[in-house]
């Protein structure tokens, strides 16, 4: 099976029964919270490799992990569910996508999760708040996880997670546009976002944020601290891949092949 968008395709390379699942955008957002969610559920949950997303004007570099080849935007799910499992569906890149692709990858995403019959669409992103220096996050010093949803059944997800309404701002890049398409289309989409600092990846946040997917949709109970310490390894991975992939997508005029020694 094919999702054509424009610029912007997925191909499937496993097929899976995919209804009733929870999609994860793991396109880079501040922070990388988004890329430390996403990796941290394909490690925590054993995920296969099911499909790719492609484009032509995607840089032309292929990921290597454990000898595998695999596709600058990739797609993974739960193989093997046991009864009353929750399948998730998890976007997973390196990429930075240009601005002019960002429409067609948000459309392609909500295309397929609708042709799979997916019920829930969750975007995770970091959020920049200004104060005064030395400040604390709050009154608690605590970081607080807020939440959007495109529908009435999205925003009461929201309560299940303790999120914190999202009531002005901007959201922008693939979270702005899957919003958007699951208000128009009446498909269920939730953006949560957590404070993160936008000059390193942030763990933290990450982790806050996987608390709250556990609570509206996987029911695992899975702890924030231990969290946090798993997130802060996988950052330092996330930190490398991400700043190698940068690098490799800009024009080459010499080798087609480096190593990277990680």
Do not use: W
């Not at 941290?40 to 000898?67: H, Q």
């Not at 600058?72 to 998730?88: D, H, I, M, S, T």
């Not at 996508?97 to 669409?121: E, F, H, Q």
């Not at 059944?153 to 899957?178: C, H, R, Y």
């Amino acid at each position: 099976m094919t999702v054509l968008m424009a610029d912007v395709e997925i191909v499937e390379l496993k097929r899976m029964d995919l209804r009733g699942a929870v999609v994860i955008d793991g396109f880079p957002s501040i922070g990388l919270v988004s890329s430390i969610v996403a990796n941290y559920l394909i490690a925590l949950l054993k995920m296969e490799y099911i499909a790719v997303m492609d484009s032509d004007s995607f840089p032309t570099l292929s990921l290597i992990r454990n000898g595998e080849p695999l596709g600058p935007a990739r797609v993974y799910a739960r193989p093997n569910l046991k009864e009353g499992e929750q399948q998730v569906v998890v976007f997973s890149t390196e990429l930075q996508p240009s601005a002019n692709l960002l429409r067609d990858i948000g459309t392609a995403i909500v295309d397929y999760a609708i042709s799979r019959k997916c019920k829930l669409i969750i975007s995770a992103g970091g959020l920049i708040i200004e104060r005064e220096e030395g400040a604390p996050p709050d009154e608690k010093g605590e970081i607080a996880v807020y939440g959007v949803g495109s529908t009435e059944s999205a925003k009461a997800l929201l309560m299940k997670a303790d999120a914190e309404p999202f009531l002005e701002g901007v959201i922008s890049g693939t979270a702005g546009v899957l919003l958007n398409e699951g208000k128009r289309r009446g498909m269920d989409v939730v953006t949560l976002l957590a404070e993160a600092k936008p000059d390193t990846a942030d763990a933290r946040a990450a982790a806050l944020i996987l608390a709250a997917i556990d609570q509206m949709v996987l029911g695992m109970h899975l702890n924030v601290e231990p969290l946090c310490k798993e997130a802060e390894r996988l950052e330092a991975q996330l930190k490398i891949i991400h700043k190698d992939a940068e690098r490799k997508s800009r024009p080459q005029v010499s080798s087609d092949v480096e190593v990277s020694y990680q």
